[in-house]
């Protein structure tokens, strides 16, 4: 654990500069994320011009909405403005970061009448690999620490930490003066789960053409544009779902304060319950009802087209 990774004084203005190990893993999430979703874009041939405006809205809207979600789990808290806006005071939630990020992106990229299903696919390996960088943050930092545990993962956190303070707040045993005794490191669990499936996400893009590979040749020499065969969306809920699924069970073993909930059931719970609702349903129902690719829109265009010239030759006969 290492919440502060350096502390210095800049010269001749005597001006204090303390680097947060959080906020180190959080930025590098939001840089790695945004070329990684830049060249999942250009190898899907999309404009990455929208992309400057959605990941920067993303980026605030992500901040936003984890403080959001943590002020509702917690009601029983104090918030001034300066205070919601004071980021390094900690206090977010995880699913609030994706809800936020995702609705201010998207909402941009709808409002530009774009894909903006073929937009967030190439950005959902992005979400996977924050999920995995910023985790080893919370270990840093040593909060969204596990339950009291003796398996071999089992870690003792220091005095320093969050998890050494609200332990001696609960009253609970410690290993000595300086010391927890050893809990489930459920950070760094998450962090392992995060790169995996941010591994098992560029591969689904690379197979299904919504990523990497959009087009192939084929035995004739031709190049077949396999893009227009897939369904938008999907990679993004492969995302959405997994995501819910292991954040519910996760969520048994944690074990840090103030995390809300109601009858048992942690706020991320809920949130889990529901976003992996709406994942079944846009899967097994929205999706291919109402899949937006380019093959689909240009079937509607030559559909429309036939129409209209029907309906000429119509109105000339008569």
């Given at each position: 654990?290492?919440?502060?990774?350096?502390?210095?004084?800049?010269?001749?203005?005597?001006?204090?500069?303390?680097?947060?190990?959080?906020?180190?893993?959080?930025?590098?999430?939001?840089?790695?994320?945004?070329?990684?979703?830049?060249?999942?874009?250009?190898?899907?041939?999309?404009?990455?011009?929208?992309?400057?405006?959605?990941?920067?809205?993303?980026?605030?809207?992500?901040?936003?909405?984890?403080?959001?979600?943590?002020?509702?789990?917690?009601?029983?808290?104090?918030?001034?403005?300066?205070?919601?806006?004071?980021?390094?005071?900690?206090?977010?939630?995880?699913?609030?970061?994706?809800?936020?990020?995702?609705?201010?992106?998207?909402?941009?990229?709808?409002?530009?009448?774009?894909?903006?299903?073929?937009?967030?696919?190439?950005a959902?390996?992005?979400?996977?690999?924050?999920?995995?960088?910023?985790?080893i943050?919370?270990?840093?930092?040593?909060?969204?620490?596990?339950?009291?545990?003796?398996?071999?993962?089992?870690?003792?956190?220091?005095?320093e930490?969050?998890?050494?303070?609200?332990?001696?707040?609960?009253?609970?045993?410690?290993?000595?003066?300086?010391?927890?005794?050893?809990?489930?490191?459920?950070?760094l669990?998450?962090?392992?789960?995060?790169?995996?499936?941010?591994?098992?996400?560029?591969?689904?893009?690379?197979?299904?053409?919504?990523?990497?590979?959009?087009?192939?040749?084929?035995?004739?020499?031709?190049?077949?544009?396999?893009?227009?065969?897939?369904?938008?969306?999907?990679?993004?809920?492969?995302?959405?779902?997994?995501y819910?699924?292991?954040?519910?069970?996760?969520?048994?073993?944690?074990?840090?304060?103030?995390?809300?909930?109601?009858?048992?059931?942690?706020?991320?719970?809920?949130?889990?319950?529901?976003?992996?609702?709406?994942?079944?349903f846009m899967?097994?129902?929205?999706?291919?009802?109402?899949?937006?690719?380019?093959?689909?829109?240009?079937?509607?265009?030559?559909?429309?087209?036939?129409?209209?010239?029907?309906?000429?030759?119509?109105?000339?006969?008569?």
């Amino acid at each position: 654990m290492r919440p502060i990774l350096v502390s210095f004084t800049l010269p001749f203005i005597d001006y204090p500069i303390t680097i947060y190990g959080y906020g180190v893993m959080l930025g590098l999430s939001f840089v790695l994320g945004w070329y990684l979703t830049l060249y999942l874009a250009s190898r899907r041939k999309l404009d990455d011009n929208p992309l400057y405006v959605a990941m920067t809205l993303a980026a605030f809207g992500s901040l936003i909405g984890a403080r959001i979600v943590y002020v509702i789990a917690n009601p029983e808290e104090s918030w001034s403005l300066a205070d919601f806006f004071n980021f390094q005071r900690g206090g977010m939630v995880a699913y609030g970061g994706y809800l936020g990020g995702i609705i201010s992106g998207v909402a941009y990229v709808a409002i530009k009448k774009l894909d903006y299903w073929t937009y967030l696919d190439c950005a959902t390996p992005a979400l996977a690999l924050g999920l995995g960088l910023t985790r080893i943050g919370c270990f840093l930092n040593g909060c969204c620490y596990g339950r009291r545990t003796d398996f071999l993962t089992g870690l003792s956190f220091p005095k320093e930490s969050l998890c050494f303070k609200q332990h001696v707040e609960r009253g609970l045993p410690l290993l000595d003066e300086a010391h927890t005794l050893p809990v489930h490191p459920t950070q760094l669990y998450e962090s392992a789960f995060g790169f995996g499936l941010f591994f098992v996400l560029i591969w689904l893009s690379v197979r299904t053409w919504e990523g990497l590979g959009a087009s192939k040749e084929d035995q004739t020499g031709g190049t077949e544009d396999r893009s227009q065969n897939v369904t938008s969306g999907r990679i993004f809920f492969v995302f959405a779902g997994a995501y819910a699924v292991w954040r519910f069970l996760i969520e048994f073993v944690r074990d840090d304060m103030h995390r809300g909930g109601l009858i048992g059931i942690s706020t991320s719970q809920w949130i889990s319950l529901g976003a992996l609702g709406f994942t079944l349903f846009m899967i097994l129902y929205w999706l291919p009802r109402h899949p937006w690719s380019p093959a689909t829109k240009k079937k509607v265009v030559a559909s429309s087209s036939s129409r209209r010239k029907s309906r000429r030759k119509k109105t000339s006969k008569k």
